[in-house]
Each structure stands twice: as C-alpha cells, then as structure tokens.
C-alpha cells in the first residue's frame, strides 16, 4: 500500500512561488505515473499536472499550464510541482496521486494511491 507525503504548502502573495513536493513511504515511485491535484473551497477536486514515469511526458491542466511545473527525481523518490506567479484563485488544498501505470493517460483517471495533502493559500 503507498502512503504519499506532500509537504512545501504555505502562504504567499499573488505573484509569489512555491514548490510542493510528494514522496512514498518505503515504496518506490519510479515506475508510476504521478499527478498533482487540488481541491478549492467548495469545489471537486481537480487534476492540475502529470508526470509519467521517467518524465517524457508531462500533462498540465489549461488552468495552471505556463505556470506550474511538474518534475521528478526517481533517485530520491520525489515528485515536485513548482507553482509561479500565483493567483488567489490558487488557493486549494494540493494533493499528490499516483497512477496505476507509467503513463499519464487522462489528467485525472487511474489513481490508486492518494497523499493527504498540503494547503496553498495566495492572499495579500
């Protein structure tokens, strides 16, 4: 069973930047696609970025694409996702899922494993 870990959730000013990372405890990572999710106030949560496995492909969702970046180092086991130039609609709770497959396949679909996720909050 993976337990994912997010951690580097914070609050910023619009503009401001952050990196959020996800990890496995004792389970490896590498061979699984992993997507980053959010979930605002009253909203369903929502699928922003994917990374496959060995990082050739990387999906983002329209809302956040040119702003997030996703990335991963398989050797320490971490997932990042880099979130620049936040907005106060960015505000959400981020959590990091891994995929059944190496592949991203659809944003959101095949996700057998959840972490519990980390708080992003963008206000002045």
């Known amino acids: 069973q993976f337990q994912l870990v997010e951690s580097g959730g914070s609050s910023v000013q619009p503009g401001g930047s952050l990196n959020l990372s996800c990890t496995a405890s004792?389970?490896?990572?590498?061979?699984?696609?992993i997507a980053w999710f959010r979930q605002r106030p009253d909203r369903n949560r929502m699928a922003v970025a994917c990374?496959?496995?060995?990082?050739?492909?990387?999906k983002y969702n329209a809302y956040v694409e040119g702003r997030f970046t996703v990335s991963r180092d398989n050797a320490k086991n971490m997932v990042y996702l880099h979130l620049n130039d936040l907005k106060p609609e960015d505000t959400a709770v981020y959590y990091c899922?891994?995929?059944?497959?190496?592949?991203?396949?659809?944003?959101?679909?095949?996700?057998?494993?959840w972490g519990q996720g980390t708080q992003v909050t963008v206000s002045s």
């Open positions: 004792g389970r490896s990572l590498g061979r699984y696609a």
């Open positions: 990374i496959s496995d060995t990082s050739l492909t990387k």
């Open positions: 899922a891994k995929k059944r497959y190496s592949m991203c396949g659809s944003l959101a679909g095949d996700i057998d494993a």
